[in-house]
């Protein structure tokens, strides 16, 4: 086995997505991704396209940008340990949200869709994890832009008022 695929082993057992997967299954998955780098404000998806992957954040973090056609819009963050791009991968719609790097070394486990096919079938257990882990994943970053909202509300309209 490779450093490189020890180190994410060991990085994703410390992570929800795997917390209930056994060493093995964890390298099993390992072997359904492929780890991709992009620099400093490279865009990992962008507006209008379907999810052809899903993305787990293994170092640095991206952003989720909405662009009205005048000015682009920084929605959201994912943090290492979370998976993106979640929504129109398992929806098949068009991007709301173009995903860009913040980091000058952001490194992503890609899951692609025929991969997580193959998964489904030779490894339903990880498929499960992982599908909660979307559903995690998800709930983190609704609540984290609704904290947003909230605070900015506050900000504008003082306590209680609205």
């Given at each position: ?105 952001t490194q992503l486990l890609k899951l692609t869709r025929p991969m997580y096919r193959r ?44």
């Amino acid at each position: 086995m490779s450093p490189e695929k020890i180190d994410l082993t060991q990085f994703l057992n410390q992570h929800y997505l795997c917390e209930s997967l056994t060493v093995k299954e964890v390298q099993s998955l390992l072997d359904y991704t492929e780890l991709v780098t992009f620099g400093r404000d490279d865009i990992i998806a962008d507006i209008g396209a379907i999810g052809e992957a899903l993305y787990f954040v293994v170092k640095g973090e991206a952003g989720l940008f909405y662009d009205d056609g005048t000015r682009e819009r920084e929605v959201g963050r994912m943090l290492e340990g979370e998976l993106m791009g979640e929504m129109s991968f398992f929806d098949q719609e068009p991007r709301l949200l173009r995903m860009r790097s913040l980091s000058s070394d952001t490194q992503l486990l890609k899951l692609t869709r025929p991969m997580y096919r193959r998964l489904r079938i030779e490894h339903p257990f990880i498929a499960v994890n992982l599908l909660e882990h979307a559903i995690v994943s998800l709930d983190h970053l609704v609540r984290r832009v609704s904290k947003e909202g909230a605070r900015m509300d506050n900000y504008l309209f003082g306590p209680g008022r609205r």
